[in-house]
């Protein structure tokens, strides 16, 4: 009622129960053997510790991703997860015998390249500190270079800016560059430094002719002062003159200075005579008043006194 | 004749048409799970099955293993290659491992592990064997006694040995490319054991190691039962060939595709 089937081999093999057999335990083998392996490369045998980082942002971060220290991968990214403040925690685990790189002192920090994924570095400076204990949660220190990518668009837009303003042909530095070349262009010129400074070669010759001149001047003033019976000989001679004069006044002023003196004396006798009249004033206003007084009494008791009396209308 | 495809049919027979699409499903996944259930139960495994299983395996896997291994080592080998030279001039050969175990290990070894053992053991179902167990399975689905000796007899060590194929083709040569992989990146030395084996395990996450055996398995079972059923659905209908075709074809490369999408879709999406 069966026919033979096509794909089986028309003849008897020898031993294919025992070829089954090994082949079945064979891949069996390799599939443990497999599966052994990828849980060794997942670090399920090794004993490890954890350490919690939290970062503001865990965007790249995956489980299973590295942690790197000195571009060695010494941690596995286990579980990221939103703490209650907001904040995302990344669960690591170190294996022990990677966590004596670990120390109280490390700084963890997260970069995000353009291209590539997020990297998780740790940085021990001083290694002589003590180990990271199990469980420390440590803050990390984040560095986007996209983040940074629009800041630097806008920086170099506003410096391709200025640049264009710069090298415009009616910009304020072109105008310089040209008065630049200008100046220059006089520098090299038949006065040199003097035409670039004055401007022109004819006002740098007026000024030489002003200056050979002035020159000239001086050489005929030189001669006036200075020279044989020059205005200077003439000054000395006067100011051996005027030396005489002021003896002759300092004599004076000496003579000056005795009849002050002999006036100050008569001053004092004056002040002493002057005392004296005011004591003889007061006298005479004393037998004035007895005068006027006694006219008065006179008066009164005289019968031809007068009615002194005003009488209204 | 009656027609198979929405496109050929009269609107009339659109709903008779999906019916018999549906049935026809019904008809492998329900084939396809009395041969899980019977090659999971220790009563089939008698001594004639055990020799029927065998030589299935022996035909299937031992016989083709050599130069499927070969073959795939070879492409491997290019394909390994062209990967991490072009990383290289990139200036990204730190992703050169990573994507070439991603990409062949996980994807394209157990596919074409799959797509071999259909074309060499799956699709070479011969339909005079098939005539002797469309009896068997016509009164599904409660299956009779006779019915399911015939069963475990003939189609489940088939199955069995497919599935095994696949398993074993796909296991071998994702080993072999992971060795090529390791000797490409950093040649005949120790020193890069410890970076390549924190780079497998960064890839075969747990989820992702679920998901290859799932899929392997997967694969093994689509080339096991469906073209199986497809020959032994059409003998239970009593209907000719359409073609020159093999049956269960065009259904089981359909299939093949929609499992790698699915896992594709799974880990990525």
């Known amino acids: ?313 | 004749m009656r027609p198979t495809c929405l496109l050929y049919a009269k609107p009339s027979e659109w709903g008779a048409v999906v019916v018999r699409a549906l049935a026809s499903w019904w008809y492998m996944l329900h084939l396809g799970a009395v041969a899980l259930v019977m090659a999971f139960s220790p009563s089939t495994y008698n001594r004639a099955n055990r020799v029927a299983a065998s030589r299935h395996i022996y035909t299937s896997t031992w016989r083709v293993l050599p130069w499927f291994t070969l073959l795939s080592a070879l492409v491997s080998q290019v394909l390994i290659r062209i990967v991490v030279v072009t990383s290289l001039s990139y200036g990204l050969s730190n992703y050169a491992l990573e994507m070439v175990v991603r990409v062949l290990v996980l994807e394209l070894i157990p596919l074409s592990a799959a797509l071999f053992v259909a074309l060499r053991a799956g699709l070479a179902f011969n339909a005079g064997d098939a005539l002797a167990l469309a009896g068997a399975t016509a009164d599904s689905p409660a299956l009779s006694m006779q019915a399911q000796n015939r069963l475990r007899a003939e189609l489940v060590p088939e199955v069995i040995a497919n599935a095994f194929a696949v398993l074993s083709l796909a296991m071998v040569n994702s080993v072999i490319v992971l060795v090529f992989a390791y000797l490409n990146v950093y040649g005949v030395s120790p020193w890069g054991v410890y970076d390549y084996t924190r780079t497998v395990g960064r890839v075969f996450e747990p989820v992702v190691t679920m998901g290859f055996a799932l899929k392997t398995m997967l694969f093994g079972l689509a080339v096991a039962v469906i073209p199986t059923a497809a020959i032994l659905e059409m003998q239970r209908l009593g209907r000719r060939p359409l073609s020159t075709m093999q049956p269960g074809a065009v259904r089981l490369l359909f299939v093949l595709l929609l499992i790698e999408a699915a896992s594709l879709a799974m880990k990525y999406i």
């Not at chain 1, 064979?26 to 045998?45: D, H, N, P, S």
């Not at chain 1, 035409?195 to 740098?204: K, V």
Request: charged content about 25%; hydrophobic content about 45%; proline content about 4%.
């Open chain 1, 1 to 313: 009622m069966q026919e033979p089937k096509a794909e089986l081999p028309a003849e008897p093999v020898a031993h294919v129960e025992a070829k089954a057999v090994v082949l079945l335990v064979l891949i069996g083998a390799l599939i443990c053997a497999f599966l052994l392996y990828v849980m060794y490369a997942r670090g399920v045998f090794e004993k490890t510790q954890r350490l919690v980082l939290i970062s503001d942002d865990s965007e790249g971060v995956i489980p299973g991703m590295d942690m790197t220290f000195s571009g060695f991968p010494i941690g596995r990214v286990q579980r990221v997860e939103l703490a209650s403040d907001g904040k995302a925690r990344i669960l690591i685990d170190v294996p022990r015998k990677d966590a004596a790189w670990l120390r109280t002192s490390s700084v963890f920090t997260m970069e995000r390249s353009m291209v590539g994924e997020t990297r998780i570095r740790a940085f021990s400076g001083i290694l002589t500190d003590p180990l990271l204990p199990d469980g420390s949660t440590r803050t990390v220190l984040r560095g986007d270079t996209t983040a940074e990518i629009p800041r630097l668009v806008a920086s170099a837009r506003a410096l391709l800016e200025n640049l264009d303003t710069m090298t415009r042909t009616d910009s304020t530095i072109n105008a310089t560059l040209t008065n630049l070349q200008s100046a220059t262009g006089r520098l090299s010129g038949r006065y040199g430094l003097l035409g670039g400074a004055l401007g022109s070669d004819e006002e740098a010759r007026k000024l030489l002719v002003t200056l050979e001149r002035i020159d000239r001047l001086l050489l005929k003033t030189d001669q006036r002062v200075f020279g044989k019976h020059g205005v200077m000989d003439d000054t000395q001679a006067a100011v051996l003159q005027l030396n005489v004069v002021l003896k002759d006044a300092s004599a004076s002023l000496k003579k000056v200075d005795a009849v002050l003196a002999e006036a100050q004396a008569i001053g004092a006798n004056a002040r002493v005579a002057t005392e004296d009249l005011g004591a003889l004033r007061a006298e005479v206003d004393a037998s004035l008043r007895k005068v006027t007084r006694l006219v008065d009494e006179i008066n009164r008791k005289w019968p031809f006194a007068r009615d002194t009396e005003l009488k209204l209308p």
